[in-house]
């Protein structure tokens, strides 16, 4: 669920193979940038190499219906590294310290230009489109459900569970805007070894 | 420095005591809700009841400098509902909390339209609009002072403090996110309760 969404849907068109993808990544990459709102439907074409044609042939629904695909793209993206962060450390809360770096890195990598794409697509206008805001409510809601199940997995109460991965999904998001606007991993570092303390807290067995 | 903020520079122009702040208070509500690029000059005039010619007289520098500006109003009201927060309880952890209760007060009564100011404007142009990423680094920046502050004066070692006071502000910046998706409080009730364990870690000694 997490991972292989990129094989389908890509021949069902006049475009040729690939060419949706494109057009969706591209989506994702500027509104991550520009936001909803800064980011034009000729604009993806062209950083899709994509006719205009093309763009609403594959989204009827123009923007919106781009958009809301855009934040599952990064939805599925973040879910990906954040399954490989938990499924790697022996210790959930060391997964979750390690997904902080690891979201740290890709910022720095990217001059902190690349932040949430789903926060960055979504803010700004959840009043105004129900579906982005929907679809953004999804992609935290299984973010957090990949944080719960592997925390269930190590011995955790089933509500501790649940709402530690409240508390962590929403504090890297958090500290992923802090980090954005202070160009500054600090803030990222700092609330991957807290939410490592947090958790370690309702442990339901000292692991050594 | 938090507060008191309203009374200056209303009276420097041609277009009356009070534009300037309704120029700056319209600017902030529409982003907030619209983001940076969802919101046009004419349109903040028209909220603001303002003519063109005095939004360009108090801000020269257009939209971007209105931005600032809002972001600098959102700053302010929000460091002072933190500090009242704050200063209201015995203890910080709860004073933490209870901000925590306040944010998902305010954001119901606004039926889940009004997030963060500063996020909202911020993001999508922290990349492009250096004086806008700067605005909002400043509000967080302010904000984990006023936080860390208090820590200190309840005895938490100066590094503990500062640290925890980064975690307190990106957990509530990302709950808030979280709890305006999905308009539920759940988000922001958890980060409180989590924040204040969280805090009660760190503590210099047991307060009974």
């Not at 990459?29 to 044609?53: H, P």
Request: proline letters at 3%; aromatic letters at 6%; one cysteine or more.
């Amino acid at each position: 669920m997490t991972t292989n969404a990129r094989h389908e849907s890509d021949d069902e068109g006049d475009a040729g193979p690939g060419t949706r993808e494109r057009i969706v990544v591209a989506t994702s990459r500027l509104m991550q940038r520009q936001g909803y709102s800064g980011t034009g439907v000729k604009q993806i074409a062209a950083e899709a190499a994509a006719t205009l044609g093309s763009v609403y042939h594959f989204f009827p629904g123009g923007k919106k219906e781009l958009a809301v695909a855009a934040i599952r793209h990064g939805e599925r993206e973040f879910a990906e590294e954040l399954a490989r962060c938990l499924a790697a450390a022996e210790d959930p809360a060391d997964g979750i310290a390690a997904c902080a770096r690891s979201l740290a890195g890709g910022m720095r990598e990217s001059d902190w230009a690349d932040g949430c794409p789903v926060a960055s697509t979504a803010l700004g206008v959840t009043g105004s489109v129900p579906d982005i805001r929907r679809a953004a409510d999804e992609a935290f809601t299984h973010w957090r459900s990949l944080v719960a199940e592997r925390l269930r997995e190590h011995g955790f109460a089933g509500d501790d569970a649940r709402e530690l991965a409240y508390t962590v999904i929403s504090t890297l998001e958090g500290a992923e805007m802090a980090a954005q606007v202070a160009r500054d991993e600090a803030p990222l570092r700092i609330a991957g070894a807290h939410l490592a303390r947090l958790v370690g807290l309702y442990a339901a067995a000292p692991r050594s």
